[in-house]
Protein backbone atom coordinates (compact mmCIF):
# COMPACT_ATOMS: atom_id res chain seq x y z
CA UNK A 1 0.00 0.00 0.00
CA UNK A 2 1.43 3.83 -0.23
CA UNK A 3 0.88 5.85 2.08
CA UNK A 4 1.78 9.61 2.03
CA UNK A 5 2.94 11.30 5.45
CA UNK A 6 2.66 14.69 5.80
CA UNK A 7 3.99 16.27 8.61
CA UNK A 8 6.57 19.11 9.45
CA UNK A 9 8.62 17.50 12.02
CA UNK A 10 11.42 15.47 10.82
CA UNK A 11 11.82 12.99 14.04
CA UNK A 12 7.85 12.52 13.50
CA UNK A 13 8.36 11.18 10.08
CA UNK A 14 11.02 9.32 10.59
CA UNK A 15 9.30 7.35 13.07
CA UNK A 16 5.95 7.17 11.11
CA UNK A 17 8.00 5.76 8.08
CA UNK A 18 10.11 3.42 10.03
CA UNK A 19 7.12 1.87 11.46
CA UNK A 20 5.51 1.88 8.14
CA UNK A 21 8.37 0.61 5.70
CA UNK A 22 8.56 -2.42 8.32
CA UNK A 23 4.97 -3.29 7.45
CA UNK A 24 5.84 -3.31 3.84
CA UNK A 25 4.55 -0.04 2.59
CA UNK A 26 5.71 2.24 0.44
CA UNK A 27 6.35 5.67 2.05
CA UNK A 28 6.41 9.23 0.76
CA UNK A 29 7.14 12.20 2.43
CA UNK A 30 5.78 15.82 1.98
CA UNK A 31 7.24 18.85 4.51
CA UNK A 32 3.85 21.22 4.56
CA UNK A 33 0.95 21.07 3.39
CA UNK A 34 1.32 22.55 0.11
CA UNK A 35 3.80 19.62 -1.05
CA UNK A 36 0.97 17.13 0.59
CA UNK A 37 -1.88 18.45 -1.91
CA UNK A 38 0.93 18.04 -4.58
CA UNK A 39 2.08 14.51 -4.05
CA UNK A 40 -1.26 13.17 -3.39
CA UNK A 41 -2.62 14.00 -6.48
CA UNK A 42 0.66 13.27 -8.10
CA UNK A 43 1.28 9.68 -6.68
CA UNK A 44 -2.38 9.20 -5.31
CA UNK A 45 -1.59 7.13 -2.08
CA UNK A 46 -4.22 4.77 -0.40
CA UNK A 47 -3.78 6.54 2.69
CA UNK A 48 -2.47 9.84 4.06
CA UNK A 49 -1.14 10.62 7.76
CA UNK A 50 -1.48 13.91 7.93
CA UNK A 51 -0.33 16.59 10.60
CA UNK A 52 -2.81 19.49 11.36
CA UNK A 53 -0.09 22.37 11.71
CA UNK A 54 2.17 22.94 8.78
CA UNK A 55 3.64 25.53 6.80
CA UNK A 56 2.31 26.74 3.83
CA UNK A 57 -0.94 25.07 4.23
CA UNK A 58 -2.70 23.30 7.06
CA UNK A 59 -3.82 19.68 7.66
CA UNK A 60 -7.52 21.11 7.26
CA UNK A 61 -7.45 22.58 4.23
CA UNK A 62 -5.84 19.22 2.98
CA UNK A 63 -8.37 17.52 3.70
CA UNK A 64 -11.15 19.58 2.04
CA UNK A 65 -8.93 19.88 -0.74
CA UNK A 66 -8.34 16.28 -1.68
CA UNK A 67 -11.97 15.81 -0.49
CA UNK A 68 -13.24 18.33 -3.47
CA UNK A 69 -10.87 16.63 -5.98
CA UNK A 70 -12.11 13.16 -7.48
CA UNK A 71 -8.95 12.08 -8.07
CA UNK A 72 -7.97 11.82 -4.78
CA UNK A 73 -11.53 11.52 -3.11
CA UNK A 74 -10.84 8.15 -2.05
CA UNK A 75 -7.62 8.51 -0.14
CA UNK A 76 -8.16 7.47 3.10
CA UNK A 77 -7.26 10.50 5.76
CA UNK A 78 -5.67 9.77 8.87
CA UNK A 79 -5.08 12.88 11.41
CA UNK A 80 -2.06 12.59 13.39
CA UNK A 81 -2.33 16.30 15.76
CA UNK A 82 -0.59 17.60 18.62
CA UNK A 83 -4.42 19.34 20.00
CA UNK A 84 -6.58 16.86 21.70
CA UNK A 85 -9.69 19.15 21.74
CA UNK A 86 -12.56 18.07 20.93
CA UNK A 87 -12.87 21.12 18.18
CA UNK A 88 -9.80 19.68 16.75
CA UNK A 89 -11.14 16.05 16.74
CA UNK A 90 -14.84 17.23 15.59
CA UNK A 91 -13.56 19.38 12.46
CA UNK A 92 -11.22 16.80 11.51
CA UNK A 93 -14.44 15.15 10.92
CA UNK A 94 -16.26 17.68 9.30
CA UNK A 95 -13.16 18.48 6.91
CA UNK A 96 -13.45 14.46 5.67
CA UNK A 97 -10.72 12.91 7.67
CA UNK A 98 -11.14 9.11 8.81
CA UNK A 99 -9.41 8.81 11.92
CA UNK A 100 -8.36 10.91 14.49
CA UNK A 101 -4.75 10.26 16.15
CA UNK A 102 -2.94 12.25 19.13
CA UNK A 103 0.89 13.11 19.65
CA UNK A 104 2.72 11.60 21.34
CA UNK A 105 1.26 8.63 19.71
CA UNK A 106 1.90 4.93 19.58
CA UNK A 107 3.68 3.72 16.31
CA UNK A 108 1.97 -0.02 16.75
CA UNK A 109 -1.93 1.83 16.55
CA UNK A 110 -1.07 3.71 14.16
CA UNK A 111 0.59 0.64 11.96
CA UNK A 112 -2.72 -1.09 12.71
CA UNK A 113 -4.65 1.91 11.63
CA UNK A 114 -3.14 2.48 8.98
CA UNK A 115 -3.64 -1.00 7.73
CA UNK A 116 -7.61 -0.76 8.43
CA UNK A 117 -8.22 2.50 6.94
CA UNK A 118 -6.63 0.79 3.77
CA UNK A 119 -8.68 -2.04 4.02
CA UNK A 120 -11.66 0.29 4.13
CA UNK A 121 -10.82 2.28 1.58
CA UNK A 122 -10.00 -0.13 -1.10
CA UNK A 123 -13.41 -2.39 0.02
CA UNK A 124 -15.23 0.97 -0.66
CA UNK A 125 -13.42 1.68 -3.57
CA UNK A 126 -13.87 -1.94 -4.85
CA UNK A 127 -17.94 -1.73 -3.72
CA UNK B 1 64.86 49.64 14.86
CA UNK B 2 62.81 52.52 15.63
CA UNK B 3 60.22 52.63 18.70
CA UNK B 4 56.90 53.34 16.81
CA UNK B 5 58.21 50.35 13.83
CA UNK B 6 58.40 48.00 16.53
CA UNK B 7 54.62 48.85 17.60
CA UNK B 8 53.55 48.56 14.04
CA UNK B 9 54.77 45.54 14.27
CA UNK B 10 53.03 43.98 17.22
CA UNK B 11 49.79 45.92 16.42
CA UNK B 12 50.02 43.43 12.99
CA UNK B 13 50.80 40.58 14.40
CA UNK B 14 47.88 41.07 16.90
CA UNK B 15 45.37 41.92 14.05
CA UNK B 16 46.65 38.99 12.16
CA UNK B 17 46.38 36.48 15.10
CA UNK B 18 42.85 37.85 15.56
CA UNK B 19 41.50 37.49 12.18
CA UNK B 20 43.38 33.70 12.18
CA UNK B 21 41.14 33.20 15.45
CA UNK B 22 38.19 34.36 14.04
CA UNK B 23 38.51 32.61 10.28
CA UNK B 24 39.58 29.43 12.70
CA UNK B 25 35.96 29.64 14.87
CA UNK B 26 34.14 29.86 11.74
CA UNK B 27 35.75 27.18 9.98
CA UNK B 28 35.17 25.42 13.29
CA UNK B 29 31.58 25.61 13.46
CA UNK B 30 30.94 25.62 9.49
CA UNK B 31 32.40 22.01 9.83
CA UNK B 32 30.47 21.04 13.06
CA UNK B 33 27.61 22.26 11.58
CA UNK B 34 28.65 20.37 8.40
CA UNK B 35 29.11 16.72 10.75
CA UNK B 36 25.70 17.37 12.33
CA UNK B 37 23.84 17.88 9.60
CA UNK B 38 25.76 14.63 8.11
CA UNK B 39 25.19 12.50 10.95
CA UNK B 40 22.15 13.97 12.30
CA UNK B 41 19.59 12.10 9.98
CA UNK B 42 21.39 8.47 10.56
CA UNK B 43 21.07 8.81 14.01
CA UNK B 44 17.75 10.01 13.84
CA UNK B 45 16.45 6.75 11.20
CA UNK B 46 18.20 4.22 13.35
CA UNK B 47 16.65 6.02 16.81
CA UNK B 48 13.49 5.59 14.81
CA UNK B 49 13.84 2.24 13.68
CA UNK B 50 14.91 0.67 17.30
CA UNK B 51 12.35 3.00 18.91
CA UNK B 52 9.36 0.93 16.74
CA UNK B 53 11.10 -2.12 17.41
CA UNK B 54 12.95 -2.69 13.30
CA UNK B 55 16.31 -3.21 15.28
CA UNK B 56 17.77 -3.89 18.37
CA UNK B 57 20.28 -1.80 18.08
CA UNK B 58 21.19 2.27 18.37
CA UNK B 59 24.02 3.99 16.55
CA UNK B 60 27.37 3.60 18.18
CA UNK B 61 28.44 6.89 19.66
CA UNK B 62 31.87 7.11 20.88
CA UNK B 63 32.62 10.76 21.00
CA UNK B 64 31.26 13.19 23.25
CA UNK B 65 30.21 15.39 19.66
CA UNK B 66 28.35 11.85 18.52
CA UNK B 67 26.72 11.26 22.17
CA UNK B 68 25.19 14.62 22.12
CA UNK B 69 23.41 13.87 18.92
CA UNK B 70 22.18 10.60 20.28
CA UNK B 71 20.96 11.79 23.67
CA UNK B 72 19.39 14.81 21.14
CA UNK B 73 17.44 11.83 18.82
CA UNK B 74 16.41 9.75 21.68
CA UNK B 75 15.54 12.87 23.32
CA UNK B 76 13.31 13.90 20.81
CA UNK B 77 11.66 10.58 19.56
CA UNK B 78 10.73 10.20 23.02
CA UNK B 79 8.70 13.14 22.89
CA UNK B 80 6.44 12.33 20.39
CA UNK B 81 5.85 8.46 21.51
CA UNK B 82 3.73 6.91 23.61
CA UNK B 83 3.25 3.40 25.10
CA UNK B 84 5.80 0.40 24.44
CA UNK B 85 7.94 2.64 21.71
CA UNK B 86 8.30 5.09 24.35
CA UNK B 87 9.38 2.82 27.37
CA UNK B 88 12.01 0.72 25.01
CA UNK B 89 13.50 4.66 24.52
CA UNK B 90 13.19 5.60 28.17
CA UNK B 91 14.92 1.71 29.00
CA UNK B 92 17.69 2.33 26.86
CA UNK B 93 18.13 5.77 27.77
CA UNK B 94 18.64 4.87 31.33
CA UNK B 95 21.10 2.00 30.04
CA UNK B 96 23.05 4.08 28.11
CA UNK B 97 24.10 6.39 31.14
CA UNK B 98 22.09 9.33 29.83
CA UNK B 99 19.63 9.99 32.95
CA UNK B 100 22.54 9.76 35.26
CA UNK B 101 24.37 12.55 33.35
CA UNK B 102 21.56 14.45 33.25
CA UNK B 103 21.54 14.12 37.04
CA UNK B 104 25.20 15.80 37.73
CA UNK B 105 23.86 18.19 35.22
CA UNK B 106 21.61 19.08 37.81
CA UNK B 107 24.76 20.59 39.86
CA UNK B 108 26.02 22.45 36.84
CA UNK B 109 27.10 25.83 37.51
CA UNK B 110 25.83 26.76 33.86
CA UNK B 111 21.89 28.02 34.95
CA UNK B 112 20.86 26.62 31.35
CA UNK B 113 22.53 23.44 31.59
CA UNK B 114 20.41 23.14 35.05
CA UNK B 115 17.49 23.83 33.40
CA UNK B 116 18.42 21.82 30.20
CA UNK B 117 19.51 18.79 32.70
CA UNK B 118 16.04 19.07 34.53
CA UNK B 119 14.20 18.78 31.15
CA UNK B 120 15.72 15.50 30.16
CA UNK B 121 15.26 13.72 33.82
CA UNK B 122 11.29 14.84 33.12
CA UNK B 123 11.23 13.66 29.56
CA UNK B 124 12.97 10.28 30.30
CA UNK B 125 14.13 10.24 33.93
CA UNK B 126 12.62 7.36 36.87
CA UNK B 127 11.98 7.47 40.32
CA UNK B 128 15.70 7.17 40.76
CA UNK B 129 15.84 10.70 39.69
CA UNK B 130 13.34 12.42 41.91
CA UNK B 131 15.96 12.36 45.11
CA UNK B 132 18.35 14.96 42.82
CA UNK B 133 14.78 16.70 41.24
CA UNK B 134 14.10 17.43 44.54
CA UNK B 135 17.31 19.10 45.67
CA UNK B 136 16.63 21.22 42.74
CA UNK B 137 13.36 22.27 44.04
CA UNK B 138 16.10 24.44 46.07
CA UNK B 139 18.28 25.93 43.58
CA UNK B 140 18.99 29.25 43.99
CA UNK B 141 17.78 29.98 40.46
CA UNK B 142 13.76 30.22 39.63
CA UNK B 143 14.16 28.85 36.15
CA UNK B 144 15.54 25.43 37.23
CA UNK B 145 13.14 25.40 40.45
CA UNK B 146 10.26 25.21 38.22
CA UNK B 147 11.77 22.94 35.57
CA UNK B 148 12.51 20.44 38.84
CA UNK B 149 9.30 21.14 39.43
CA UNK B 150 7.76 19.95 36.26
CA UNK B 151 10.14 16.90 35.77
CA UNK B 152 8.82 15.71 39.71
CA UNK B 153 5.27 15.70 38.08
CA UNK B 154 5.82 14.62 34.72
CA UNK B 155 7.92 11.79 36.50
CA UNK B 156 4.64 11.19 38.76
CA UNK B 157 6.45 10.00 42.06
CA UNK B 158 3.85 9.68 45.06
CA UNK B 159 4.11 12.03 47.95
CA UNK B 160 6.10 14.83 45.90
CA UNK B 161 2.80 17.22 45.26
CA UNK B 162 3.43 19.26 49.06
CA UNK B 163 7.16 20.12 47.73
CA UNK B 164 5.86 20.82 44.00
CA UNK B 165 3.39 22.98 45.30
CA UNK B 166 5.71 24.92 47.72
CA UNK B 167 8.19 25.28 45.06
CA UNK B 168 5.54 26.70 43.04
CA UNK B 169 4.00 29.21 44.89
CA UNK B 170 7.07 30.57 45.73
CA UNK B 171 7.26 31.51 42.06
CA UNK B 172 4.38 33.30 41.47
CA UNK B 173 4.98 36.54 40.51
CA UNK B 174 7.99 35.58 38.65
CA UNK B 175 6.49 32.99 36.52
CA UNK B 176 2.40 33.03 35.28
CA UNK B 177 -0.32 31.20 36.91
CA UNK B 178 -1.08 29.75 34.33
CA UNK B 179 2.44 28.23 33.56
CA UNK B 180 2.26 26.84 37.95
CA UNK B 181 -1.15 25.32 37.22
CA UNK B 182 -0.02 23.59 33.81
CA UNK B 183 3.02 22.15 36.01
CA UNK B 184 0.72 20.51 38.42
CA UNK B 185 -1.69 19.69 36.08
CA UNK B 186 0.53 17.69 34.04
CA UNK B 187 0.35 15.20 37.41
CA UNK B 188 -2.82 13.89 35.79
CA UNK B 189 -5.94 13.28 37.07
CA UNK B 190 -5.22 11.47 40.19
CA UNK B 191 -3.79 14.63 41.57
CA UNK B 192 -7.06 15.83 42.34
CA UNK B 193 -7.10 13.66 45.13
CA UNK B 194 -4.00 14.90 46.43
CA UNK B 195 -4.63 18.55 46.33
CA UNK B 196 -7.63 18.01 47.83
CA UNK B 197 -6.33 16.17 51.18
CA UNK B 198 -3.85 19.61 50.72
CA UNK B 199 -6.60 21.97 50.78
CA UNK B 200 -7.85 20.90 54.20
CA UNK B 201 -4.35 21.53 55.93
CA UNK B 202 -3.10 25.36 57.01
CA UNK B 203 -1.19 26.02 53.97
CA UNK B 204 0.32 29.17 52.49
CA UNK B 205 -2.26 31.52 51.29
CA UNK B 206 -0.41 31.35 47.98
CA UNK B 207 -0.34 27.37 47.54
CA UNK B 208 -4.34 27.14 48.60
CA UNK B 209 -4.82 29.66 45.32
CA UNK B 210 -3.00 28.14 43.21
CA UNK B 211 -4.34 24.36 44.35
CA UNK B 212 -7.92 25.46 43.71
CA UNK B 213 -7.09 26.74 40.47
CA UNK B 214 -6.01 23.37 39.44
CA UNK B 215 -9.01 21.52 41.02
CA UNK B 216 -10.70 24.04 38.71
CA UNK B 217 -8.73 23.11 35.62
CA UNK B 218 -8.73 19.28 36.58
CA UNK B 219 -12.57 19.46 36.81
CA UNK B 220 -12.21 18.07 40.05
CA UNK B 221 -15.88 17.51 40.97
CA UNK B 222 -15.02 15.27 43.85
CA UNK B 223 -13.16 18.75 45.09
CA UNK B 224 -16.50 20.77 45.36
CA UNK B 225 -17.14 20.70 49.07
CA UNK B 226 -13.59 22.08 49.51
CA UNK B 227 -13.61 24.65 46.93
CA UNK B 228 -16.99 25.77 48.39
CA UNK B 229 -15.45 26.21 51.81
CA UNK B 230 -12.85 28.72 50.52
CA UNK B 231 -15.87 30.92 49.09
CA UNK B 232 -16.18 31.93 53.17
CA UNK B 233 -12.58 32.99 53.00
CA UNK B 234 -11.57 36.22 54.32
CA UNK B 235 -9.01 36.32 51.45
CA UNK B 236 -10.87 37.77 48.17
CA UNK B 237 -8.50 36.69 45.96
CA UNK B 238 -9.09 33.32 46.76
CA UNK B 239 -12.48 33.31 46.69
CA UNK B 240 -12.19 35.03 43.47
CA UNK B 241 -10.33 32.03 42.52
CA UNK B 242 -12.67 29.43 44.15
CA UNK B 243 -15.78 31.11 41.95
CA UNK B 244 -13.44 30.15 38.83
CA UNK B 245 -12.90 26.87 39.76
CA UNK B 246 -16.62 26.16 40.38
CA UNK B 247 -17.56 27.49 37.57
CA UNK B 248 -15.32 25.26 35.41
CA UNK B 249 -16.37 21.95 37.64
CA UNK B 250 -20.03 22.91 37.01
CA UNK B 251 -21.23 21.62 39.75
CA UNK B 252 -25.35 22.88 40.45
CA UNK B 253 -24.48 22.53 44.28
CA UNK B 254 -22.64 25.60 43.41
CA UNK B 255 -24.54 28.42 41.94
CA UNK B 256 -26.61 29.26 44.71
CA UNK B 257 -23.82 30.43 47.02
CA UNK B 258 -22.16 31.64 43.83
CA UNK B 259 -25.45 33.77 42.83
CA UNK B 260 -25.22 34.76 46.68
CA UNK B 261 -21.57 36.17 46.19
CA UNK B 262 -22.68 37.68 42.91
CA UNK B 263 -25.63 40.27 44.55
CA UNK B 264 -23.51 40.83 48.32
CA UNK B 265 -21.84 43.95 48.19
CA UNK B 266 -19.35 42.15 50.97
CA UNK B 267 -16.55 41.23 48.27
CA UNK B 268 -14.43 43.02 46.00
CA UNK B 269 -15.71 43.70 42.34
CA UNK B 270 -13.47 41.05 41.07
CA UNK B 271 -15.51 38.76 43.23
CA UNK B 272 -18.30 39.34 42.31
CA UNK B 273 -17.34 39.50 38.47
CA UNK B 274 -15.80 36.13 38.38
CA UNK B 275 -18.78 35.08 41.03
CA UNK B 276 -21.70 35.91 38.18
CA UNK B 277 -19.70 34.71 35.16
CA UNK B 278 -19.12 31.58 36.82
CA UNK B 279 -23.29 31.24 37.45
CA UNK B 280 -23.25 31.41 33.47
CA UNK B 281 -20.82 28.31 33.14
CA UNK B 282 -22.44 26.13 35.92
CA UNK B 283 -26.16 27.02 33.54
CA UNK B 284 -28.77 26.60 36.55
CA UNK B 285 -31.64 28.52 35.50
CA UNK B 286 -32.89 28.48 39.48
CA UNK B 287 -30.43 31.80 40.12
CA UNK B 288 -32.28 33.54 37.24
CA UNK B 289 -33.99 35.87 39.55
CA UNK B 290 -30.81 36.88 42.14
CA UNK B 291 -28.38 37.35 38.98
CA UNK B 292 -30.97 40.21 37.50
CA UNK B 293 -30.32 41.55 40.55
CA UNK B 294 -26.72 42.35 39.58
CA UNK B 295 -28.00 44.00 36.34
CA UNK B 296 -28.46 46.98 38.10
CA UNK B 297 -25.48 47.08 39.85
CA UNK B 298 -23.38 50.46 39.36
CA UNK B 299 -20.08 48.64 38.48
CA UNK B 300 -19.79 47.46 34.68
CA UNK B 301 -17.63 44.15 35.23
CA UNK B 302 -19.90 42.83 37.73
CA UNK B 303 -23.39 43.66 35.07
CA UNK B 304 -21.31 42.69 32.26
CA UNK B 305 -20.48 39.52 33.57
CA UNK B 306 -24.41 39.09 34.69
CA UNK B 307 -25.83 40.07 31.51
CA UNK B 308 -23.07 37.64 29.59
CA UNK B 309 -24.49 34.53 31.75
CA UNK B 310 -28.15 34.99 32.06
CA UNK B 311 -28.41 35.11 28.27
CA UNK B 312 -26.62 31.92 28.76
CA UNK B 313 -29.23 30.54 31.44
CA UNK B 314 -32.75 29.79 28.73
CA UNK B 315 -35.66 32.22 27.64
CA UNK B 316 -35.93 33.53 31.53
CA UNK B 317 -32.15 34.78 31.36
CA UNK B 318 -32.59 36.09 28.30
CA UNK B 319 -35.84 38.07 28.78
CA UNK B 320 -34.63 39.85 31.52
CA UNK B 321 -31.34 41.33 29.79
CA UNK B 322 -33.73 42.52 26.88
CA UNK B 323 -36.29 44.27 29.87
CA UNK B 324 -33.06 46.16 30.92
CA UNK B 325 -31.11 46.35 27.25
CA UNK B 326 -31.29 49.81 27.09
CA UNK B 327 -29.75 50.61 30.36
CA UNK B 328 -26.32 48.73 29.40
CA UNK B 329 -23.36 49.59 27.75
CA UNK B 330 -22.70 48.96 24.57
CA UNK B 331 -19.83 47.24 24.66
CA UNK B 332 -21.71 45.19 27.15
CA UNK B 333 -24.66 44.48 24.69
CA UNK B 334 -21.62 43.35 22.00
CA UNK B 335 -20.53 41.01 24.45
CA UNK B 336 -23.26 39.08 24.83
CA UNK B 337 -24.78 39.73 21.81
CA UNK B 338 -21.34 37.88 20.55
CA UNK B 339 -22.08 35.34 23.13
CA UNK B 340 -25.59 34.39 22.35
CA UNK B 341 -23.90 34.25 18.07
CA UNK B 342 -21.18 31.55 19.25
CA UNK B 343 -23.89 29.70 20.88
CA UNK B 344 -26.05 29.63 17.35
CA UNK B 345 -29.07 31.63 18.76
CA UNK B 346 -28.87 35.12 17.22
CA UNK B 347 -30.59 34.17 13.80
CA UNK B 348 -33.53 32.82 15.97
CA UNK B 349 -33.43 36.02 18.33
CA UNK B 350 -34.05 38.06 14.92
CA UNK B 351 -36.56 35.85 13.73
CA UNK B 352 -38.40 36.09 16.70
CA UNK B 353 -38.05 39.93 16.47
CA UNK B 354 -39.30 40.33 13.06
CA UNK B 355 -41.97 38.25 13.99
CA UNK B 356 -43.17 41.16 16.87
CA UNK B 357 -41.32 39.69 20.12
CA UNK B 358 -41.13 43.26 21.69
CA UNK B 359 -38.47 42.19 23.89
CA UNK B 360 -35.97 40.84 21.47
CA UNK B 361 -36.89 43.38 18.85
CA UNK B 362 -34.90 45.81 21.79
CA UNK B 363 -32.35 43.34 22.35
CA UNK B 364 -31.44 43.33 18.26
CA UNK B 365 -31.82 47.07 18.30
CA UNK B 366 -29.27 47.44 21.23
CA UNK B 367 -27.01 45.11 19.39
CA UNK B 368 -27.13 47.14 16.41
CA UNK B 369 -26.23 50.18 17.99
CA UNK B 370 -23.47 48.37 19.86
CA UNK B 371 -21.80 47.69 16.37
CA UNK B 372 -22.79 44.20 16.05
CA UNK B 373 -24.17 44.27 12.93
CA UNK B 374 -22.84 40.90 11.25
CA UNK B 375 -25.75 38.68 11.87
CA UNK B 376 -28.01 41.15 10.61
CA UNK B 377 -26.14 42.01 7.34
CA UNK B 378 -26.06 38.01 6.33
CA UNK B 379 -29.64 37.51 7.29
CA UNK B 380 -30.33 41.15 4.90
CA UNK B 381 -29.37 39.75 1.96
CA UNK B 382 -32.63 36.81 1.98
CA UNK B 383 -35.96 37.47 0.92
CA UNK B 384 -37.50 36.64 4.05
CA UNK B 385 -39.64 38.58 6.68
CA UNK B 386 -36.54 37.84 9.12
CA UNK B 387 -33.99 39.55 5.95
CA UNK B 388 -36.27 42.56 5.33
CA UNK B 389 -36.50 43.18 9.54
CA UNK B 390 -33.04 42.94 9.39
CA UNK B 391 -32.25 45.39 6.42
CA UNK B 392 -34.47 47.43 8.06
CA UNK B 393 -32.79 47.36 11.23
CA UNK B 394 -29.41 48.27 9.67
CA UNK B 395 -31.12 51.23 8.45
CA UNK B 396 -32.23 52.15 11.51
CA UNK B 397 -35.79 52.33 11.10
CA UNK B 398 -36.89 49.02 12.48
CA UNK B 399 -40.73 48.25 10.91
CA UNK B 400 -43.44 47.25 12.99
CA UNK B 401 -44.20 43.25 13.33
CA UNK B 402 -44.25 41.14 10.50
CA UNK B 403 -46.79 38.68 10.78
CA UNK B 404 -45.65 35.45 8.92
CA UNK B 405 -47.11 34.18 5.56
CA UNK B 406 -48.24 31.07 5.39
CA UNK B 407 -46.67 29.08 2.81
Partial sequence: ?127 | MSLLTIALIVVSGLLAANLMLAAFVRIALAYRNLREARVRPRMRATVANFAVEVSDELPSAYTSFERRLLREAMLEAAHELSGGARERLVRRFSERGFVAQAERGLRSPLLLHRVRAAEIVGELGGLSSVPPLRRGLRDREPLVRFACAHALTRIGAEGIMSDVLAALAEEEGAISQGALAEVLLDSGPDAAEELQALLLQPLDPKQRRLVVVVLGELRAFEAVDEVLRCLDDPDDELCARACHALGKIGDPAAAEPLAAIAVSGARPWFVRTAAAGACGQIGDPRIVEALVDVLDSEEWYPRNAAAGSLVKLGEDGLEAVCERVDALEPESVAHFWGLLDTANRTEAIIERAAVGERGLRRLVAAARRAGSTARLEELAQHHTIAGRYAAATLSHAAPEAATPVAA
Fill in chain 1, 1 to 127: MKVLIADDSEVVRRLVAARLLADGHEVIEAEDGQEAVELAVRELPQVLVLDRQMPRMDGFEVCTRLRQDPATRGVGILMLTDNRGENTLLESMERGADEFMTKPFSPRELSVRVRLLGSRRALAAAG
